[in-house]
């Protein structure tokens, strides 16, 4: 009897396991909003220093204080982690609760941006309610993103690859294993 309730504990282990994320990422939003408060709140006193009036400097904090509030409220709705999990994508909102599902039958596109100066990101395409939308986040760790796109090609074989800038080198990469027309 014991036995068999360990049995069944360990399916159900197995079972949530396989309900495990393959693939994770998140926005960096919040850092990003984070600094854009810090420059803006740096102007913001600068300005509120330099002018001698009154209504200016009422005027300077004013403009500074909603200037922060906006960016808050931007990052507080935009920031979000996604799962790449075995049945579908999950898009989890860290400030609202929102959770989206995404089916892989429905992206589109599969985008690697590594622009100088900045992180690497991933860009999805998919659509959703006869919409087209888009998610930008953190890529996915550069020694395994040649398996996460073989593994989510494996998913949907109809999503089109694209690296940008086009002389990058996981540009050669892809091409390795897809061929030279694999945007196709």
Wanted: hydrophobic residues 45%; aromatic residues 14%; contains cysteine.
């Amino acid at each position: 009897m014991i036995y068999i309730h360990l049995l069944a504990k360990i399916l159900s282990i197995n079972d949530h396991l396989a309900d495990m994320p393959k693939y994770s990422s998140k926005t960096n939003l919040v850092w990003e909003a984070f600094l854009a408060c810090l420059i803006i709140a740096t102007i913001g006193f600068g300005i509120f220093s330099a002018v001698e009036n009154l209504i200016y400097q009422i005027l300077a904090i004013s403009i500074t204080l909603i200037l922060i509030g906006l960016i808050m409220y931007y990052a507080r709705i935009k920031a979000f982690s996604i799962l790449f999990e075995d049945k579908h994508v999950v898009v989890k909102y860290r400030f609202i609760n929102k959770v989206k599902h995404i089916n892989y039958s429905d992206i589109m596109e599969l985008k690697y941006i590594n622009a100088s100066k900045s992180p690497t990101t991933n860009e999805i395409k998919f659509k959703e309610a006869e919409q087209n939308l888009s998610l930008k986040f953190l890529s996915i760790e550069y020694e395994s993103y040649i398996e996460f796109v073989k593994w989510i090609k494996s998913k949907n074989d109809k999503i089109q690859l694209t690296v940008f800038p086009s002389d990058n080198y996981m540009n050669h990469r892809l091409q390795e294993i897809y061929g030279f027309k694999y945007r196709k």
